[in-house]
């Protein structure tokens, strides 16, 4: 015979587990009938011209024209940004990997430059994260294949302070031209010029 704290417990027990169990059956039967409504009712796909029409109320007499986009232009600056986010942002322990990172998208000229002017390994660590903010073309010429880039960046600047280990963090805002030309019909970055 159960003493009466086990019939107690075992008479909650079972209790319990009924009302989970009415639970669950009422919560996934819900579920189910949302998704059958929810796949019954036909929805509207709308264009993008439809939805900047709905959200900018544009007039259905007017037409949402596009700036036209040339793609070697947006290549170009696209090359730019790439190039300075990955150059730009770097450490003085990792061997120089950020150099390796932009190797195949510059000129052997802007390679030897980059060469002469890496960082060297140090025990007092520094180091910076840079991410474009914007970019715009200053000059496009596709017949010369010659391009340059202006380019506004953010540079989270990290310096070890003292032999502890303390780093001091700064944001600088900079901004630089990027010069691109067309070798071998392939653009290459072929200067950075920061505007400091």
Do not use: C
């Not at 417990?9 to 409504?37: E, K």
């Not at 390679?111 to 910076?128: C, F, L």
């Amino acid at each position: 015979m159960l003493s009466l704290r086990q019939r107690i417990f075992a008479i909650t027990g079972v209790i319990s587990a009924i009302l989970i169990i009415i639970v669950l059956f009422f919560v996934l039967r819900s579920r189910d009938t949302d998704v059958s409504t929810q796949t019954s009712t036909s929805t509207d796909v709308l264009t993008i011209e439809d939805t900047v029409r709905q959200n900018i109320q544009v007039p259905n007499n007017q037409q949402v024209n596009r700036a036209p986009v040339d793609p070697e232009e947006n290549y170009v600056k696209q090359l730019a940004r790439i190039f300075v986010e990955r150059y730009g942002t770097y450490s003085n322990q990792n061997e120089d990997i950020h150099i390796a990172d932009v190797d195949d998208i510059i000129t052997s000229r802007m390679r030897t430059w980059i060469q002469s002017s890496t960082s060297t390994d140090s025990r007092v660590y520094e180091g910076a994260t840079t991410l474009v903010l914007s970019s715009h073309i200053k000059q496009y010429d596709t017949q010369a294949g010659t391009a340059i880039v202006a380019i506004e960046v953010q540079q989270e600047v990290m310096r070890q302070t003292d032999a502890l280990g303390t780093i001091s963090e700064d944001t600088i805002l900079r901004e630089a031209d990027v010069n691109l030309i067309k070798v071998d019909n392939t653009w290459k970055v072929d200067g950075l010029w920061w505007q400091d």
